[in-house]
């Protein structure tokens, strides 16, 4: 799984997360530098006190071991034990342990 860390401020700070962008992000692999197989993972939701996100995943099957600056390959242990995810993406850890089998 292809983790980014967010920035050093701003909403959930320096934790580490799935690589996103507010949509439509249909150039974002292109923009990253990524290759590969793009496929639909699902919807979910999560309501901050003030904020509603709506999201929508998609599955990457990247063709290279490169990824851009800042972000790490991590394996299910290394998710597990190292690597803190927001709960805000907490929607797509099925579609997440799945990938990984």
């Not at 997360?17 to 590969?36: I, K, Q």
């Not at 939701?45 to 490169?66: L, S, Y």
Request: proline share 6%; charged share 20%; with cysteine.
């Amino acid at each position: 799984m292809a983790l980014r860390r967010r920035p050093g401020k701003g909403l959930l700070a320096g934790l580490w997360e799935y690589p996103n962008e507010l949509a439509p992000a249909e150039g974002a692999m292109a923009d990253w530098g990524l290759t590969g197989e793009v496929t639909h993972g699902g919807t979910g939701v999560h309501i901050f006190t003030h904020v509603e996100w709506r999201m929508t995943a998609q599955c990457w099957q990247v063709n290279q071991a490169q990824l851009p600056a800042g972000w790490v390959w991590a394996d299910r242990d290394e998710l597990r034990r190292q690597y803190a995810i927001p709960s805000a993406f907490s929607p797509f850890q099925v579609l997440v342990e799945e990938g990984l089998m």
